[in-house]
């Protein structure tokens, strides 16, 4: 091959993999924001101020339920260029609601409902309304990337690769997102003293550079792959569920998008927590990140080092082009159950955030072999698949109960322990395709 057609045939593939950056970065500062607004809008909540806190993550996961079969039904119907194109649609309304919601609690903070002992600001429920928008967004171009990556063939590369290579640079933007949040949209100020004016600015800055994007990838190529959807018109003969491996797929990702998401969106909670108890969370004997008159905040610290434990773990697990899926995932949540247990043992957070490098790299890991074999049933698969994260939505919300409930963060993390353990069954067992299931056409 020439070194033109390879770059020709490598450019799709950078596309989809930006926009992947894209959906990272803002899933993230989508949880990053959760801290800060509990600060601002739920300062009067009372007893239920980690469940409503939560309610962001809940409603942002909530658009993947919802839409992600949408999603599949697009890219069958209008292909994988248009259904992306579509997503961004979705992600731009998503960020002019999370502006509307900042100019609402700004302007107007005591309109508010109430509930017992609880205030809650309107601005609250319009960005709980941001958080699903950017959910379906999320969900509908995770669509398309996932089957794409996985089927659009690269020399000397395996799907578990390409899905690592695409996740490693989504985890770029999961790693900046909360440092960014702490010291660019809130200019490095202490978190107590923050007010949500200053979400203003940089949404407005975010809905032109996604429109931007919008019409940069309207004008480029991005190939249509065969045998990777439904014809226009053609009936699928077996409902996807008839295939256990992906059925059993759908349930571990489920688990898998749960406890990920929720030590990202709630550890910093546990951190605040720990901090009111007079536990400081320690980076190097230091207490606090001030740079000049910047608090860049230990808590962002947690988060980022966990989102960037995806970024290196991904980086590595690309190069394993001998070590299959199904062992990969065996050995990473066998250790990652491990860690949890330790951590809620010592209450030392550090290792929650060990667990980074371990997740990072068992979405690739299940996908590829939740859809091993598929076929035509790839894009419908994957619209099922997507609408599995909104497992981040259901334990990111139990866990903010169980901590209101037992009066602290410290022992919820053994749901993390529960999901690691049902995703090392699927490892060992559910991953399996019986013969039944091999499709030869």
Excluded at 378 to 400: E, N, R
């Amino acid at each position: 091959m020439t070194s033109t057609a390879q770059k020709a045939s490598l450019l799709p593939f950078l596309i989809i993999t930006f926009i992947y950056f894209l959906v990272g970065f803002l899933t993230t500062v989508n949880e990053q924001l959760q801290a800060p607004l509990q600060f601002t809008f739920l300062q009067h909540a009372g007893k239920l101020k980690n469940t409503l806190t939560t309610l962001i993550s809940f409603f942002f996961f909530l658009g993947y339920l919802i839409n992600g079969t949408l999603g599949s039904k697009w890219v069958n119907s209008f292909g994988y260029k248009k259904t992306i194109l579509r997503g961004l649609l979705f992600m731009i309304s998503g960020l002019f609601t999370y502006l509307l919601s900042s100019l609402v609690g700004h302007r107007y903070p005591d309109i508010s409902v109430h509930h017992g002992d609880a205030s809650i600001p309107s601005g609250f429920f319009i960005f709980l309304l941001g958080s699903y928008l950017m959910g379906t967004a999320a969900a509908i171009i995770q669509v398309v990337v996932n089957p794409y990556v996985a089927s659009y063939e690269l020399p000397g590369t395996q799907p578990v690769q390409r899905l690592n290579i695409t996740t490693a640079i989504n985890s770029i933007g999961t790693t900046s997102a909360p440092f960014f949040v702490t010291a660019i949209i809130f200019s490095g100020i202490s978190i107590e003293n923050i007010q949500i004016q200053q979400l203003i600015l940089p949404f407005i800055l975010i809905i032109c550079c996604i429109v931007l994007v919008y019409f940069v990838t309207n004008k480029l190529h991005i190939p249509d792959i065969v045998n990777t959807r439904a014809s226009a018109g053609e009936k699928l003969e077996r409902s996807i569920w008839s295939f256990r491996h992906f059925a059993l797929g759908v349930l571990a990702i489920f688990f898998y998008v749960g406890t990920e998401v929720a030590i990202g969106a709630n550890i910093n909670l546990h951190a605040f927590e720990l901090m009111r108890g007079g536990t400081p969370i320690t980076f190097f004997g230091k207490t606090d990140m001030v740079f000049g008159n910047i608090d860049l905040g230990i808590h962002a610290l947690l988060s980022t080092l966990y989102w960037g434990g995806f970024l290196v773990g991904r980086s590595i697990s690309s190069f394993f082009s001998h070590i299959s899926a199904r062992a990969q995932l065996t050995t990473t949540t066998l250790l990652a159950a491990l860690l949890a247990i330790i951590s809620m043992i010592t209450q030392n957070l550090w290792y929650l955030v060990a667990i980074g490098l371990l997740h990072s790299s068992m979405w690739s890991c299940i996908y590829s072999l939740a859809i091993k074999g598929l076929n035509k049933y790839t894009s419908k698969a994957s619209g099922v698949f997507i609408s599995a994260v909104f497992g981040g939505a259901v334990f990111t919300l139990i866990q903010g109960g169980l901590a209101d409930l037992l009066g602290s963060w410290r022992w919820t993390w053994s749901l993390t322990v529960l999901c690691e353990l049902l995703m090392l069954y699927y490892a060992l067992y559910g991953s399996r395709i019986r013969g039944k299931d091999l499709i030869t056409a």
